[in-house]
């Protein structure tokens, strides 16, 4: 199973809004309602900031946004903050009834 | 609130085995998947393994099937991963995680590092 893919990096300015991309295969992101995005600080546990394609869990601020078209994910942060610095992750479920990664994006507050 | 602290970590020679444990709190331990999942240092996310809700099915990604077995004990609320055959590859935290159809709570992650 090949990890999603992601951009490397993003960047923003303070207050700005930035999109992350996560591109599957229609056996696993466009097959399926089940994609999560995680937040990763360094040293830190990844952190669920969407489920279900769009769903924030409760206390996960309305900056956060997802959506999918076709075989891509999209996760949006509205408002860039300085502690949204962090390393980002897609995940989905997959037709094998497996689960699999996007490649990570860093995104970096300017 | 959910909890899942991870314990078993440490150094192992490669060829030698070792199991990991998730102890799980604050949640209905019978009613939920779970997950392992490995990042290497440095590295991404890597997805391990998946054990349903009710132990009857589990599965396992291509670079770890044969030589990791995942189990739950409900008696125990605790969450097994036992890893065989390791690797110099297999270096890497592993985070035990709770879902179904996503993988929406982790723990803190135990180390594990294989070298000689």
């Known amino acids: 199973q090949s990890a999603l893919t992601q951009p490397a990096s993003v960047s923003g300015s303070p207050g700005q809004s930035i999109t992350i991309s996560c591109t599957g295969t229609?056996?696993?992101?466009?097959?399926?309602?089940?994609v999560c995005w995680y937040q990763q600080h360094p040293g830190k546990a990844p952190k669920v900031m969407i489920y279900?394609?769009?769903n924030r869990p409760s206390g996960v601020s309305d900056r956060f946004s997802g959506s999918k078209s076709g075989n891509t994910a999209s996760l949006t942060i509205s408002g860039l903050q300085a502690e949204d610095e962090a390393d980002y992750y897609c995940?989905?479920?997959?037709?094998?009834?497996?689960?699999?990664f996007g490649t990570g994006t860093k995104v970096t507050v300017l | 609130q959910v909890q899942l602290v991870e314990s078993g970590g440490g150094v192992v020679q490669p060829g030698g085995s070792l199991r990991l444990s998730c102890a799980a709190s604050?949640?209905?331990?019978?009613?939920?998947?779970l997950h392992w999942v490995r990042q290497a240092p440095g590295k991404g996310l890597e997805w391990v393994a998946f054990?349903?809700?009710?132990?009857?099915?589990?599965y396992y990604a291509d670079s770890v099937k044969g030589r990791f077995t995942i189990s739950r004990d409900t008696s125990k609320n605790t969450l097994y991963l036992q890893m065989n055959s390791l690797r110099a590859e297999d270096t890497s935290v592993y985070y035990c995680?709770?879902?179904?159809?996503?993988?929406?709570?982790w723990g803190q992650g135990t180390l594990v590092t294989v070298s000689s």
């Open positions: 604050g949640f209905t331990f019978s009613s939920y998947g």
């Open positions: 229609s056996s696993d992101v466009g097959g399926y309602n089940y």
């Open positions: 995680a709770k879902g179904s159809w996503g993988i929406y709570d």
């Open positions: 279900d394609v769009s």
């Open positions: 054990i349903r809700y009710d132990g009857s099915n589990k």
């Open positions: 995940s989905s479920f997959t037709i094998s009834s497996t689960y699999v």
